[in-house]
């Protein structure tokens, strides 16, 4: 009669014989040993869970071609994971239909506020705020004094923070 894996006695020895090189088989793969640990239990759960259908000369086989598929498998729910992550923070922030609406609706306030500005407080805003130009660039670009600039900004911002206190 052939001894098989069933066998408690017979599995206990495959257990002796395999789980050490077994860890080690994993920890070289995911480089941390409690996951290490937990793939080689998992395999001898699985060859236990399955010991009929596999012969005593496969047992080793069994073992580390199931604990290598497990770590693949976690490898992969890994990445999926934090792919989510990292398009998480940018896209599941507060844009709810609501924050939406809200938000077009300021954005259409703050253009009417900005087209309402007189001429001279508008172009100099735009170009700061949108141009990224600085007073001085604005003055020679308009033929005015930085003084000047710095006034029509002051009187843009003012009137801008009144329109946005009332939104």
Not at 22 to 38: C, Q, R, V
Not at 63 to 78: G, R, S, Y
Request: charge should be positive; glycine fraction near 2%; hydrophobic fraction near 40%.
């Amino acid at each position: 009669m052939s001894k098989t894996v069933c066998e408690e006695k017979v599995f206990r020895s495959i257990y002796s014989a395999q789980a050490e090189s077994l860890i080690n088989f994993m920890y070289y793969k995911s480089g941390d040993y409690a996951t290490a640990e937990d793939l080689m239990q998992d395999a001898f759960g699985k060859l236990w869970s399955e010991c009929a259908k596999v012969s005593l000369d496969k047992a080793k086989s069994f073992l580390f071609t199931v604990a290598n598929n497990m770590f693949l498998n976690k490898v992969k729910h890994q990445k999926v994971v934090l792919k989510f992550e990292q398009r998480g923070h940018s896209q599941l922030n507060n844009e709810t239909p609501q924050y939406l609406l809200e938000e077009e609706e300021f954005k259409q306030k703050l253009e009417s506020a900005i087209s309402a500005l007189p001429e001279g407080q508008r172009v100099v805003f735009l170009m700061n705020r949108i141009d990224k130009m600085k007073y001085k660039e604005i003055a020679e670009k308009l033929d005015l004094s930085v003084k000047a600039i710095e006034k029509r900004m002051h009187k843009a911002l003012v009137t801008l923070r009144k329109v946005s206190a009332k939104l």
